[in-house]
């Protein structure tokens, strides 16, 4: 099933026209295009400057957003954290990947995650709310997810998972920007883009932690972003996902990018000198083909 | 005969009392979190201006609580205007008024003297708060009104309007969402709660709201004549106040003023009782010969239209002191609810009791909607006082909301950092239900969500065998007392179905040093 005939389905299913589950099936073409895959890495104290110089390897913005595009932005505002203890995405790369989808020409861009603190206090607190409020935009829309919007889909190629609810703009977007924080995990060492995708899920999202690995790269299968940037700007280092304590902070001053979501996982799995190998999430996503985990065969362009 | 004046008098008072009760909702709605760490507006005043609940709340405190100072401006000021309150400003009083034309009209018939009632209630209120029998908040007409809103009518508003908006997007063509959807978008920023609310006694707190509509049926303002404690204390104090309402009493066979009256102030002689009267000046403009005035001083005290039985009065003051001491009786004396777990800052249990106001508020501002209103968990005097349900919410590790809000004190107000060093209860694993523990499936969902910077719950990897009797590698969670606060957030997110496999329990709670925990030595001592 294509794109279109998927949203057709979301619309019929949507307007209760149609039992069937909606459900993408990934063509093996989407999995293996541009090999190998590219990364850019970026250090720098200016934030915005950095987002600006791992996007430019890559194509820049106009390669991922065309004009018109329905372009979300997804980063990681879980937790009612400040900028400061590494919880959620830094304001100011969530800002300028804002910015430049519009420049590009987007015909929306959207900003939203599923929180798991309470949601307004996690918006104000991770100043993403008044970093975005900066930019006067109209196309620019940063809300809370709306619980009417939870599409339950089928994960045609899922092991460990069959259905899962997903946000229907995640789904329906042209564009897809994942942009997560690098930060401890508890059950799954590391957090990085694909547990980051579970912001756009809805239901009870605790049983994903059961066989977490697996039911992450299942997620992967239907979530696919069309690019990853991963703040490294500063990274929780213990007491994750959402710290609180500076100590456990690290500043890296670091910004990854990269097509390729498995790839951008595994290349910022080294920033905690881990191996990409110890993240099951990055493993398993690896072993159904929808990216490349191994550090020799991704083009690591230092930006 | 009637000259033209220029505005009737009673306007004014509708303009008042559709001034206050805007104001009112305002804050109503505005009790909530608005972006920042502390909330400018909040309903709270509505409870700060109310001598009643000041008056009980100091008796049980045993001294007078300032943050009820405002309190005794209304009652100076009742001294010089009467049972004003009653008639221009009260919200509950408002609402009787407004909804006049909905509620059943009064039977007619001979006029029931319940009017004594609000004195021996407001006799038993006041002796048994001083006693340790603090229930002014079950009949107080604020608490009654915020309670039932909080607790009721607003959850269930946003239920309704998610259901109707929920229809309309998933089966109504694109042209009907072109309209709905934006007026969607603007209730929700103006009128509807944030989010969807879940509270205990929501059918009680509505069904005490909407008896005193319906009582209406017998009487116009039923409950502000005969019940409410509130105007049983004005009606004390206006017994001398200064402003009088002067009738000719040789005014001939019309009763208007008695027939227009809505609280049945005005006797046979068509003398008017300033006990009863609350100014709504209604009978001003119904008296054909313009006899009726109100100014200030002459005419002597006047009597009560009603006599109180001097032995009731007492036996109700009885009640008040004796009643108590049986609740001093109870198993509940002796060993509290280990469920009873309080909001952060409240005050030691009696003294917390004593001092509730059960007005919702904090229910209301709880962003976690993690406080519910106690049924018996604190005994019958304990109803509608405010507990942490952690299975249904949670306490925000950030939010200091709930003693912002609390008009009594009853909740201190904490900065965010003191706040963060108040236990109120402390978790405990059920290593039955426990995944990790029981079927060895991987989970620490309550670790992830576990606020404190260092976090209370950890956990220890173990080899266990699974329900295949395969040899699995698990993380089991385990609690640091002493970093736990007791928040419940790990309690609220345990994805087993039903029971939690983690419960909070008041164990620990830092107000009462009774219920500390066994001293484990150094948290950092755990393997």
Known sequence: MDRREFLRQVALWSAGLSVGVPHFTIGEALAADAHPPLLAHATGKN???????????????????????????????????????????????????????????????????????????????????????????????????????????DIARGKAVRRL?????????????????????????????????????????????HNLGQKLADLATVVRPKLTVIDATRILLANGPQGGNLDDVRVLDTVVASVDPVAADAYATTLFGLRPEEIESTVAAHAMGLGEMDLKKIRVIKA | ???????????????????????????????????????????????????????????????????????????????????????????????????????????????????????????????????????????????????????????????????????TYQEAPAWVNAVTEPVYAF???????????????????????????????????????????????????????????????????????????????????????????????????????????????????????????????????AVGALLPFFLKSRTLARQSDELLIRPPGALPEEEFVGRCVRCGECMKVCIGNGLQPAFLQAGLEGMFSPILKARTGYCEYNCTLCGQVCPSGAIAKLSAPEKKKVKIGNAVFDKNRCLPYANGIPCIVCEEHCPTPDKAIKFREATVENSRGEKVTVKQPYLIDDLCVGCGICETKCPLPGVSAVMVTSAGESRNPAKALPDTGSARQVI
């Open chain 1, 47 to 153: 934030y915005r400057d950095l987002v600006d110089r791992v996007l430019s390897p890559l194509g820049g913005m106009e390669k991922f957003v065309r004009p018109g595009d329905k372009v979300v932005v997804k980063p990681n505002i879980g937790w009612d954290r400040n900028p400061a203890q590494a919880a959620n995405t830094h304001p100011q790369v969530v800002r300028v990947l804002v910015e430049r989808a519009l420049d590009a020409g987007a015909g929306e861009v959207l900003v939203f995650d599923r929180t798991c603190n309470e949601e307004r206090r996690c918006y104000v607190n991770s100043g993403i709310q008044e970093a975005l409020a900066g930019i006067k935009d109209k196309r620019l829309k940063f809300f809370h997810p709306d619980e009417r919007k939870y599409v339950p889909v």
């Open chain 1, 165 to 209: 609810e997903i946000y229907r703009d995640a789904l329906e977007a042209d564009s897809y920007i994942n942009v997560p924080v690098a930060k401890h995990h508890g059950l799954s060492r590391l957090t990085l883009g694909l547990k980051n995708s579970m912001g756009v899920m809805g239901g009870t999202r605790g049983a994903m932690h």
């Open chain 2, 1 to 167: 005969m009637k000259t033209t004046r220029k505005i009737p008098l009673y306007y004014w008072r509708r303009l008042s009392q559709l001034a206050c009760l805007a104001l009112f909702f305002f804050l109503f709605i505005r009790t909530d979190y608005s972006g920042s760490d502390s909330i400018e507006y909040a309903v709270n005043i509505l409870f700060r201006i109310d001598p009643l609940l000041a008056l009980s709340a100091s008796l049980a405190a045993g001294f007078f609580i300032l943050l009820m100072l405002p309190a005794v401006g209304t009652l100076l000021l009742t001294l010089i205007l009467g049972r004003f309150f009653c008639g221009w400003i009260c919200p509950m009083g408002t609402l009787l008024d407004g909804c006049r034309n909905v509620t059943p009209n009064p039977r007619t018939g001979k006029e029931r003297t319940y009017r004594p009632l609000k004195f021996y209630l407001l006799g038993f209120l006041l002796v048994g708060a001083c006693f340790g029998l603090p229930m002014a908040g079950y009949v107080d007409p604020f608490s009654i009104l915020v309670r039932g809103l909080a607790l009721a009518v607003d959850p269930a508003l946003h239920a309704l309007s998610a259901t109707f908006f929920t229809y």
């Open chain 2, 187 to 317: 209730l929700k920023a103006s009128v509807l709660p944030f989010n969807q609310k879940y509270h205990d006694l929501t059918l009680l707190s509505l069904g005490i709201l909407l008896l005193i509509f319906f009582l209406e049926r017998l009487e116009r303002r039923f409950f502000c004549r005969n019940i409410c404690p509130l105007g049983a204390l004005f009606a004390v104090t206006a017994r001398f106040s200064l402003l009088r309402g002067k009738t000719g009493s040789t005014c001939g066979k019309c009763r208007n003023c008695r027939e227009v009256c809505r609280m049945g102030a005005i006797d046979e002689d068509r003398a008017i009782s300033m006990l009863d009267c609350n100014l709504c000046l209604d009978c001003i403009h119904h008296c054909p010969g313009n006899k009726i005035s109100f100014r200030f001083g002459g005419q002597s005290r006047t009597k009560p239209t009603f006599a109180l039985s001097r032995r009731t009065f007492v036996g109700s003051l």
